[in-house]
């Protein structure tokens, strides 16, 4: 799908919108009011765009600071993808196929998976579910119902937002093995959280969206490139085309009201006037720029907790993982991905851990983790014995997505703000969806469309195509 530089009506109607924020969400309302005729200039405090989904170098290496997915449900962030024309370069699976291997068991390594076919809801995971060894039979049967109690769950219910899904879990007969195996597998890479911390709203988002909706819903999709390449390079040509002025490296000290109903926005040596404002910033940082009376309660943002990432990179001289990725139950890896290509790396391999709701380790020394993490791998994947680790390195992201604990519904605000002309955007705000990429765009969206509502300008027909296929 190709966008071009569109029409954008006389000189003398161009509103001015500036975003304050050059992560997806941001990026997201930057281009949907720059493609509705609203001239734009969106600022970012860091070097580059993309939030915390980006990448740096290390020697000759492109390393992606922590490994990013996406699922075939997610229509808003493939609509990004389209949108910057970088979606051969994140390409989804043909069908959901997660090796899941576990190491607990006292005969030893043992590989189910977790797949679907091509049959109705919910027929197309019954087949794998009825094979997968990593629960007993009785497991397997109480799953299911639990999986038709979770859809017939109304995710409109406010009631859902105050309880935590393990308690809804175990209430539905779901054993402790079948938590670790099944839904805190998916649920701890989804909601950053295991089930007794996360919302039962958001986890019923997460299960009814992505296993209960549409077979295909749950195809997983990745990079195959830096997301630099994506977040920032992409995103930075399509910004450019679509005429916005980006400016990196340019923080924004304050935001407040003009007399006559403008904004400005101060930066360091300069002073923006707009006719709306975006907060397209974390939580905590939008908390500090909002004027007085912009929210009823704008401490409500601060208790909006945090939750962390750790990543653990791994870099062998020969390849030991002949799978492009594959999860883990019995040991503290979680999730293991393929990165060598999509780094750069010409010869060995190239493994990235990523490990979700890693509160107790987030802190812990690299040497720590390095004696904890390296004999795991060698129980996880044999062909590690004997290689030579190349290099080991970590990268931590303390406040990697809000937390999903039950209550954070009622916390999280819109976009729209009292203060007429100031929006709010982030994976933080009041999308539906956990802190993912696919709630940055919707955010993004969502604060788009509300400063075309204040304009008087019309939607793009494109904007919302991915509601549509939603």
Request: aromatic share 6%.
């Amino acid at each position: 799908m190709t966008h071009g530089t569109r029409s954008r009506g006389p000189a003398a109607d161009r509103r001015h919108t500036v975003v304050v924020g050059g992560g997806i969400a941001g990026v997201t309302t930057a281009l949907a009011l720059a493609d509705a005729g609203v001239r734009v200039t969106l600022l970012e405090g860091r070097p580059r765009l993309g939030g915390l989904a980006f990448s740096f170098r290390r020697g000759d290496l492109t390393v992606d600071n922590g490994q990013h997915v996406y699922l075939r449900c997610c229509t808003a962030y493939r609509w990004f993808l389209d949108r910057v024309e970088g979606a051969e370069l994140a390409p989804l699976q043909d069908r959901l196929d997660v090796p899941v291997v576990d190491l607990a068991r006292p005969a030893g390594r043992r590989l189910g998976r977790l797949r679907r076919d091509a049959l109705p809801v919910p027929l197309h995971l019954g087949r794998s579910l009825a094979a997968y060894p990593h629960l007993s039979l009785a497991d397997r049967a109480r799953v299911g119902r639990a999986a038709l109690a979770l859809k017939g769950l109304d995710l409109a219910d406010p009631a859902l937002d105050t309880q935590d899904f393990g308690s809804w879990l175990a209430a539905h007969g779901q054993s402790a093995r079948a938590v670790e195996a099944l839904w805190d597998l998916v649920g701890v890479a989804t909601l950053n959280a295991v089930a007794s911390e996360a919302s039962l709203g958001l986890a019923a988002m997460v299960f009814k969206t992505g296993l209960l909706s549409d077979p295909g819903a749950a195809d997983i999709g990745w990079a195959r490139v830096p997301l630099g390449d994506l977040h920032d390079r992409l995103a930075r040509k399509a910004l450019d085309s679509a005429g916005v002025r980006t400016e990196v490296r340019t923080r924004v000290t304050s935001v407040s009201r003009n007399g006559n109903g403008s904004w400005s926005v101060e930066v360091p040596g300069e002073t923006l006037d707009a006719d709306a404002v975006v907060l397209a910033v974390p939580q905590r940082e939008a908390h500090d720029l909002l004027p007085p009376g912009a929210l009823d309660a704008p401490e409500r943002l601060l208790e909006i907790g945090t939750a962390p990432i750790l990543n653990v990179h791994v870099v062998y001289d020969r390849k030991v993982l002949a799978r492009p990725f594959l999860t883990a139950l019995g040991t503290p890896i979680q999730w293991v991905f393929d990165r060598t290509e999509a780094s750069g790396l010409r010869s060995g391999q190239y493994l990235a851990l990523s490990q979700s709701a890693a509160q107790d380790e987030i802190d812990t020394p690299v040497a720590v983790l390095r004696e904890r993490y390296l004999p795991e791998l060698e129980r996880l994947l044999p062909l590690t014995r004997g290689a030579e680790v190349k290099d080991f390195f970590v990268t931590r992201e303390r406040t990697a997505t809000f937390a999903p604990a039950p209550g954070v519904g009622r916390l999280r605000p819109g976009a729209r703000t009292k203060a007429t002309g100031l929006y709010l955007a982030g994976a933080w705000t009041a999308t539906g969806w956990p802190a993912t990429m696919e709630s940055a765009v919707r955010s993004g969206v969502s604060a788009a469309d509300a400063v075309l509502g204040a304009l008087g300008r019309p939607r793009p027909r494109h904007l919302f195509e991915f509601e549509e296929a939603a």
